[in-house]
């Protein structure tokens, strides 16, 4: 055998593959195998980094490196090993575990080399695709992320308005019973269950959304609140949720569905730590930080979750923060979940601080400055001797409609209604300067709120409009459905809520004391 491998000069060949390895910053793998035995002449030195198996012991043992291999994908690689001996074909992807348990991508195919007679050898390259496989799962997740909002959008304003519908058919009814009714009872579980899904329903939105940067002032004790009907979905009925939330508000200045997303990731990770029953526990709380490394001196509010998962050790706490980092082995983690976190938290001018220790669970802890909360004057409740006028009313869907009519009646206006844009414009023509305040639907047959809007300009000018929309808000201002700066209410609205932002439109016209 010695003739044809030395018309191989598999040095020349493996040197110029590692130098190219090097001028691309990959990890690669170079074998040069003896032809029919299979036998390694030549292993370039990266063996050792990424297969940890020295050259030595390669060049000794021709299946050492095989033990680093994940059982799972071992007897797949043997067998395609012993074709590849056998003068067949090798292209194999496969798992490599590490000494540390950690998990590594490998693509390995195999090309005859020519000597003095043909296919005298094979020369192996085993690529290092860990990196490459992490960025298409970020991809792929990045594209069901996208897809969830789309869903999300499409069904958030009919879902809303079905809420909307329930909401406000329960209150007018309870107006409507007796206070002794045996009615009224069930009719406060109905209004609530539906109050219930509406929140489900932003939270939902507000999460696949994503990619929100929008920051305001934000309340951890609220946002944790609207996370938790999700977190006890995600997390199921063997985990307990628990929240422990501080007595006074604490504000921070932060993107809210961000604050949403944080915290379903981070339920995320303590559900995949937790190995059959356990524990999650959500808490706020304020610290004063006085000399920090990472921080300004000043008042933050924390917020942490506490898993009774089966911890990480010291090296993989230490990384976890780290891009497309994943410790546990077998999951189907991008290893972005953290990341993600840390990257929403730094914006927001916070940091993120990882404890763990095997068997002793992890605690995520965020820590957000803190801005001195003032409390938002409520508007004053519409009364008997005021906020009457005329109302128009544009709503495609006739449930929602009949609610919103309802409302403002039960509030002493007068209520005209419109089922589409057409309509809107015609009772607008014939009522011409005694309709006070209108109340549109964002999404109507053929039109927007915001056509609409300019249509009643033409005339009938300065008539103040009133938005209501199943969607998010930014998202409609973002795509030119309303004017900017206009008020827009999200459904299910309640009837308090309705009646206060009519009251106050009807006070920019000086109509408060107009009698219906």
């Not at 057409?422 to 053929?446: F, K, Q, S, W, Y």
């Not at 938005?467 to 201002?477: E, N, P």
């Not at 459905?481 to 009646?499: D, Y």
Request: glycine share 10%; aromatic share 4%; net charge negative.
């Amino acid at each position: 055998m010695s003739g044809p491998v030395e018309s191989l000069d598999p040095e020349p060949v493996a040197g110029e593959s590692a130098a190219a390895d090097k001028a691309h910053g990959s990890r690669e793998v170079v074998f040069v195998h003896e032809p029919q035995t299979g036998r390694i002449l030549q292993v370039s030195p990266s063996v050792a980094e990424v297969f940890g198996v020295a050259v030595e012991q390669v060049l000794s043992d021709p299946v050492a490196w095989t033990w680093r291999i994940h059982q799972e994908d071992r007897p797949r690689v043997l067998e395609a090993l012993e074709q590849l001996h056998a003068g067949g074909p090798f292209n194999q992807e496969y798992r490599v575990v590490g000494t540390d348990r950690e998990i590594t991508w490998i693509h390995d195919h195999a090309v005859p080399l020519r000597g003095q007679r043909p296919w005298t050898g094979r020369l192996r390259v085993a690529r290092d695709l860990t990196h490459t496989r992490a960025l298409e799962d970020q991809l792929l997740l990045a594209q069901r992320m996208e897809s969830a909002a789309l869903l999300a959008r499409g069904v958030s304003h009919d879902y809303n308005n079905l809420l909307m519908g329930l909401v406000g058919c329960a209150n007018l009814a309870l107006k409507a019973v007796p206070p002794d009714s045996g009615a009224r009872p069930w009719l406060d579980e109905i209004k609530t269950a539906a109050l219930e899904g509406a929140r489900l329903a932003r939270s939902l939105v507000l999460f696949a959304a994503g990619g929100e940067a929008t920051s305001s002032p934000v309340e951890l004790g609220d946002a944790v609140g609207q996370a938790s009907k999700l977190l006890r979905t995600l997390l199921g009925e063997e985990i307990i949720l628990r929240t422990e939330l501080d007595e006074q508000p604490l504000v921070v200045t932060a993107s809210f569905s961000g604050l949403q997303q944080v915290l379903l990731n981070l339920g995320m990770n303590a559900r995949d730590a937790i190995s059959g029953s356990g524990e999650v526990v959500v808490k706020t709380g304020r610290e004063q930080v006085w000399v920090d490394g990472s921080l300004p001196a000043g008042d933050y509010g924390l917020l942490s979750i506490q898993d009774s998962g089966t911890g990480m050790s010291e090296d993989v706490c230490r990384r976890a923060l780290e891009p497309f980092f994943s410790g546990r082995e077998g999951s189907d983690s991008t290893g972005l979940g953290l990341t993600t976190v840390d990257a929403i938290i730094r914006r927001a001018g916070g940091d993120v601080t990882v404890l763990s220790a095997p068997g002793a669970g992890t605690t995520v802890t965020i820590r957000l400055p803190l801005l001195e909360h003032e409390g938002e004057p409520s508007l004053p409740p519409c009364t008997e001797a005021c906020c009457r006028g005329t109302i128009l009313v544009v709503e495609d869907n006739a449930m929602v409609r009949r609610t919103l009519r309802g409302q403002l009646e039960a509030g002493g206006h007068l209520v005209l209604d419109a089922r589409d844009p057409a309509d809107a414009l015609t009772l607008v023509g014939e009522h011409r300067g005694d309709i006070h305040v209108v109340v549109c639907d964002v999404m109507l047959p053929g039109a927007t709120g915001g056509d609409v809007a300019t249509a009643i300009e033409a005339i009938a000018p300065g008539t103040p409009m009133l938005f209501i929309s199943g969607h998010r808000r930014d998202a409609l201002s973002a795509d030119g459905s309303v004017p900017p700066g206009a008020q827009v209410l999200q459904k299910p609205i309640g009837e308090a809520e309705l009646l206060s932002e009519v009251a106050r439109l009807l006070e920019t016209t000086g109509c408060i004391h107009t009698k219906a």
